[in-house]
C-alpha cells in the first residue's frame, strides 16, 4: 500500500512539512517507517527510539494529530494513507521529532 507521508522537521529554529510517498504493508509500525524512510529516502531525518516495545515512550510523536509510540502503532490503526508525523506538544524540540524529555 502506498502512504503519504508528512513530518514537521524543525532546524535551526525554522520549522517546515516535508512529505515522502512510501510504499509499506499496513500492518508495518510508524517507527518501522520512519526507519525506512531514513535508510531509504532521507537520512538526515532525527527521531529516537530504544526498546521498540511500547515501554520506554522515546518514540512517542503525535500522529494526525494524536500523541501516540510510534512502536505501537500499525499503519493499519490510522484508517488513512495520509499520515502526518510531528513532535509531542509542549516540549523542548531538539530536531525535527527529537524533544528534550
Known amino acids: 500500500m ?3 507521508v508528512s513530518i514537521r522537521r524543525y ?3 525554522v520549522q517546515y512539512v516535508q ?3 512510501v510504499e509499506a504493508p499496513p500492518n508495518t509500525t510508524v517507527l518501522d517507517l520512519l526507519i ?5 529516502l532521507d537520512g538526515s ?3 529516537r527510539y530504544a526498546c521498540r516495545m511500547g515501554v520506554c515512550g522515546i518514540c512517542a510523536v ?4 494524536t500523541p501516540k509510540l510510534a512502536c505501537m502503532t500499525k499503519l493499519s490503526d490510522l484508517g488513512t494513507q495520509d499520515i502526518l508525523i510531528e513532535p509531542v ?3 523542548n524540540i531538539i530536531k525535527d ?3 528534550d524529555f
Not at 525506512?36 to 531509504?40: A, F, G, S
Request: glycine share 8%.
Open 2 to 4: 502506498k502512504y503519504k
Open 97 to 99: 521529532l527529537v524533544v
Open 36 to 40: 525506512n524512510i531514513r535508510e531509504d
Open 62 to 65: 503525535r500522529i494526525n494529530g
Open 89 to 91: 506538544k509542549d516540549k
Open 45 to 47: 531525518i532525527a527521531f
Open 11 to 13: 532546524k535551526d529554529g
Open 19 to 21: 512529505t515522502y510517498y
